[in-house]
């Protein structure tokens, strides 16, 4: 899951950790896993969700492409929809 705005509280529970904790449990691929859309050290799911729950149309606009190349079966996108819309350039 990403998220484009505030963190998600359990990725700001496991960063209390350190880095390479958070990391660790990512790369382990054995479990769901919270980030930053702008991480991009974030690798390919099955299937990716991303929170468009804040962040600037920058961070949006470029969160939501990579997402759909990382996901491998299903793209799950939650925010309003006229928000996606105008930041991707598409014409409702």
């Given at each position: 899951?990403?998220?484009?705005?505030?963190?998600?509280?359990?990725?700001a529970h496991e960063l209390t950790?350190?880095?390479?904790?958070?990391?660790?449990?990512?790369?382990?691929?054995?479990?769901?896993?919270?980030?930053?859309?702008?991480?991009?050290?974030?690798?390919?799911?099955?299937?990716?969700?991303?929170?468009?729950?804040?962040?600037?149309?920058?961070?949006t606009g470029t969160a939501l492409?990579?997402?759909?190349?990382?996901?491998?079966?299903?793209?799950?996108?939650?925010?309003?929809?006229?928000?996606?819309?105008?930041?991707?350039?598409?014409?409702?």
């Amino acid at each position: 899951m990403l998220t484009t705005g505030e963190t998600h509280p359990w990725a700001a529970h496991e960063l209390t950790f350190g880095e390479a904790s958070y990391w660790a449990q990512h790369d382990a691929a054995d479990d769901v896993f919270y980030a930053d859309a702008a991480a991009g050290r974030a690798t390919g799911r099955p299937v990716v969700i991303v929170a468009v729950n804040g962040g600037s149309d920058e961070v949006t606009g470029t969160a939501l492409p990579a997402a759909m190349a990382r996901a491998g079966t299903l793209l799950i996108v939650c925010g309003d929809p006229e928000r996606i819309t105008a930041v991707l350039g598409a014409h409702a």
